[in-house]
């Protein structure tokens, strides 16, 4: 069963200071991961996809570790509309190459305080 | 901007009836998605739809169908509703394949009672 964990906290952070979290994944042969962002009662929108060699946007971070299987997020500076729910998001492909399987983790809950 | 819109915010139905979510998207994409989401479960993914007339199961297609007559529209059917169907529904598109960026739709929250 292909699974994705992350710790759902919530995670009270002081406004500024940074802030990190991980999601693990069991499924060795996963192939692509996102961070999802969702704000209460919204849709989920799409945050930064996780590449092999990490990568950066802005005060975010995004890593990925395939030998320990999980990625991580990592937020700097953080204001206080970082406040969210943030979802990790795995999928594996198929034979065919399209994608056997997109799972969301059930979410990390963040709140920054002032 | 790709828009995904569903035809309700809210919805109250009764247990028993038959419940039509509507889902368009309009950015051509291939792929389409319903999901549910509790708190507690997140999201969990029902069906999925990658071409016109095709459809897949997800992890939890039960008490549920869907149809995707047209490429820019996926509805899903809830035969009998049941107290235990209520939850927000998302719907979802993406673009080439079905593991690329998800679009949502604002949701749909359903209430059976």
């Known amino acids: 069963r292909k699974e994705v964990e992350q710790d759902p906290g919530p995670f009270n952070v002081p406004e500024g200071a940074t802030v990190a979290f991980n999601c693990t994944y069991s499924?060795?042969?996963?192939?692509?991961f996102f961070w999802y962002r969702q704000d209460c009662r919204k849709e989920p929108k799409l945050l930064m996809s996780v590449y092999s060699s990490g990568n950066e946007d802005g005060r975010f971070t995004a890593q990925l570790n395939r030998a320990s299987q999980y990625i991580s997020l990592l937020i700097r500076d953080s204001k206080l509309s970082d406040s969210a729910t943030y979802l990790c998001?795995?999928?594996?492909?198929?034979?065919?190459?399209?994608?056997?399987?997109?799972?969301f983790g059930k979410g990390t809950h963040l709140i920054i305080q002032p | 901007d790709v828009k995904v819109t569903q035809s309700s915010r809210y919805l109250v139905k009764r247990t028993g009836e038959k419940v039509f979510l509507e889902c368009v998207q309009d950015?051509?994409?291939?792929?389409m998605f319903w999901y549910r989401q509790d708190p507690g479960l997140g999201l969990r993914l029902i069906y999925f739809?990658?071409?016109?007339?095709?459809?897949e199961k997800g992890d939890i297609p039960e008490g549920y169908s869907v149809s995707r007559e047209k490429k820019e529209r996926f509805s899903l059917i809830l035969e009998s509703a049941s107290t235990n169907q209520t939850s927000m529904y998302l719907c979802a598109s993406t673009d080439r394949w079905a593991g690329d960026e998800q679009y949502f739709g604002p949701g749909t929250r359903l209430t059976v009672t």
């Open positions: 739809s990658y071409d016109v007339k095709m459809k």
């Open positions: 950015m051509d994409h291939e792929n």
């Open positions: 499924n060795s042969a996963s192939q692509s």
């Open positions: 998001v795995v999928t594996l492909l198929n034979s065919g190459g399209g994608a056997d399987g997109l799972t």
